[in-house]
């Protein structure tokens, strides 16, 4: 699902032009070819040999084994590489970590003494993850008297995957409910965020219901560096206050891999207490509703739902919520019908519109058929990720039409602003 950003009205955010994300997905991993003609015997031995060496090393990372992590690193490599393994080894210290392991991909190859195989690391955050995630991680082999060990890897040259842990030393939170990675500088944002974390995911929970993960890792990066290496280099970060993100997506297995909940440090420390938690529900009900929400889907749909979420319970009149579409109506113009996807890749206040709009139009569906029902629409529509589900699957459930649903939501405009 491509991403989105929202500008958040200034009675709620604490900040001018803040945003909030839509869930977006890393792109796939492409794998590499072979890098030599080596006969196919020498290659599974080489990769065999490999990855010993990557098992050696992440067996040194979770039982925090520094020397035997450093004992996997070419004493001979540039200072720089070296310098940043060691550096990484100790940024994870405070990160609980289930699973930290490496895989080299079937059909990498080598030279004599060189190598740069198609290696991926695999991980999972203790008590988040339900399963593992995977990374694209490359490193460069060097075999020196009869031993490989790693030489360089590719940071240098941006192709490979950086964490939070690539960019300083990790400070934890842990809840009941979930995992705040951060850093050094943003314990306040932290501490706001862990006292919020677990009522958001109560208050997700009474609304989706229990068929979900129920554990959330959020992320606080420190730069704007690394902000963009977490959600995804094509998503455009500036001015968002938090966006939710995931590794790979399957929804016809419902299975979701490294679901983050990711802030933007520079706006979100500035936000309200109303603001923050607001912002949190949203990205928790993208978080929440991810395993059923396919690519495609009708984005009105999708963020007028997370709003719908994270307004319930805030205790803000609609006019503070909706203040452009209360102005809109109030000259005397309603909304034709639900914003196109189109609406939702806008800036300014054609995306302000589209995000009010949209909660605006799942409110009064709520409304009109009640959360449960509105939670199954959902589910139907989401998961079949095409806007032409919306008609068949709310005469279906809700015994209306589109067209129908549009008019009610139009009068009752009228009727609350005009």
Known sequence: MAG?????????????????????????????????????????????EWEAVLRDRAHAVLTRNEAAFAASLDPAAPPDFQHRQRELFHNLAEVPLAEWDYDVRPGSGASANSANPDVVLRY??????????????GFTFTRREG????????????QEWRGPWDFGPCRVRVTPHGMIIGHDGSEELADRLAGELDSAVAAVTDVWGPD??????????RSQEELRELVGAEFAVDGIAAVAVADEVNVADRRVEGPRVVFNTATADRLSDTSLRVVLRHEMTHVAARADTADGAPMWLLEGFADYVGYRDSGLPPERIAPDLARQLRSGAAPDGPPGDQDFHTSGAGLDAAYQQSWSLVEHLVR??????????????????????????????????????????????RERFG
């Open 4 to 48: 989105a950003s929202r500008g958040w009205p200034a009675a709620v955010a604490a900040a001018a032009a803040l945003a909030v994300g839509a869930f977006v997905p890393f792109p796939a991993q492409t794998p590499t070819a072979p890098v030599s003609g080596l006969q196919n015997a020498s290659v599974a031995t080489l990769e065999h």
């Open 124 to 137: 999972a955050l203790a008590g988040v993850d339900a399963v593992p995630t995977e990374r694209p991680a």
């Open 147 to 158: 031993r490989w060990t790693l030489s360089d890897d590719e940071r240098a040259r941006g």
């Open 212 to 221: 979900w993960r129920r554990q959330v890792g959020v992320l606080l990066p």
């Open 368 to 413: 009109r058929v009640g959360e449960p029902k509105t939670v199954e629409l959902y589910r139907r529509i989401a998961s079949v990720g095409a806007p032409s589900e919306v008609d068949p699957a709310l005469r279906e459930l809700a015994g209306l039409s589109s067209a129908e649903l549009v008019e009610s939501w139009r009068t009752e405009l």
